[in-house]
């Protein structure tokens, strides 16, 4: 039974909030919302208490958590029809753990702001699998009373949080970076694999010998193995290649607004745009491997 008397209300029951709110159940009473049905029966045989509309979750609740795909689902959920605000009691603080980048979290504050509501940036890292385990890696821009009344839900669901500033878009700046870095490791990682089939190797011999040198990263290790399911009926989709394509969108504008150049970070933009333009972009990530080392097989006995 939970431990604390506070409501949740988790906006976005899909690959990310629905583990994040079986994890927050398991010491907070949670309501949450998802207009996909089978993820809605997904999360009451996770004993999530599912309602029809955000308005409906946030009924009552102590703090909002926003576990959507972008911007626009997040404003949706906020200020549209029978959204969040509709019923959230006033001065309730809204947890963004989406990844929609430094300028649009600013917006959305003022604009919460203005309604009486402050903004939590707290972007999170790390997939589902460490969701439900509290294992995230969080990175927040906020401070005061509405970080206070976070504070609980954000340690209940991270191993390491790091509070980077004290405004919203802080916390978006650094998970900005941290994008940079996966979206060039998993490229990279696609790259490898590719290769070592060019070569004749086994892909899987590869990646475990390389993963354990200075070769190796958490991207390699995760997303390797998942590649060369790419080939064997598709690996599970547990981040969408769509997903990096909105994300590397963020990191280069973010370098062009900055007056930085990213030459790799823009490389690995075009390989997931290529794969989404190849019909991928509901896959998972992973898929990106098929872009530059089609299975020739498949193609030889269609």
């Known amino acids: 039974m939970p431990e604390n008397n506070a409501t949740v209300a988790v906006i976005g029951l899909g690959a990310m909030g629905l583990p994040m709110a ?4 398991t010491t907070f009473r949670v309501a949450g919302f998802e207009p996909y049905e089978p993820r809605r029966a997904t999360a009451r045989e996770s004993g999530i208490e599912v309602h029809a509309t955000p308005a409906e979750a946030a009924r009552d609740a102590d703090l909002a958590l926003l576990a959507v795909r972008d911007d626009a689902q997040a404003q949706t959920a906020l200020f549209g029809p029978h959204g969040l605000l509709e019923t959230l009691p006033a ?10 980048g430094p300028e649009a979290a600013r917006e959305l504050a003022e604009k919460l702001d203005a309604a009486g509501y402050p903004l939590v940036d707290a972007p999170i890292s790390g997939g589902p699998v460490r969701a439900g385990q509290g294992d995230l890696l969080i990175v927040v821009g906020a401070a005061g009373a509405a970080l206070d009344a976070a504070r609980p839900v954000l340690d209940h669901l991270s191993s390491t949080l790091t509070i980077v500033g004290p405004r919203p878009g802080d916390g978006q700046a650094l998970k900005t970076i941290n994008q940079l870095l996966a979206g060039v490791h998993i490229a990279a990682a696609a790259e490898a694999v590719a290769l070592s089939r060019g070569l004749g190797l086994d892909p899987a011999v590869m990646i475990a010998a390389l993963s354990q040198g200075a070769a190796g990263s958490f991207m390699f290790a995760d997303r390797g193995p998942r590649m060369i399911e790419a080939y064997t009926g598709g690996a599970e989709v547990k981040s969408r290649v769509d997903i990096f394509v909105k994300d590397m969108g963020i990191v280069t504008s973010v370098g062009r607004s900055s007056h930085v150049p990213l030459p790799l970070a823009a490389a690995a933009q075009q390989l997931y ?10 896959h998972d990530d992973s898929s990106v491997v098929t872009i530059l080392s089609p299975d020739t097989t498949k193609a030889a006995t269609s």
Do not use: C, F, K
Not at 91 to 100: D, K
Not at 273 to 282: C, D, K, M, T
């Open 273 to 282: 745009l290529i794969a989404e333009a190849a019909g991928l972009g509901a």
């Open 91 to 100: 001065g309730a603080p809204v947890v963004l753990t989406s990844t929609i």
């Open 22 to 25: 079986t994890r927050l159940a």
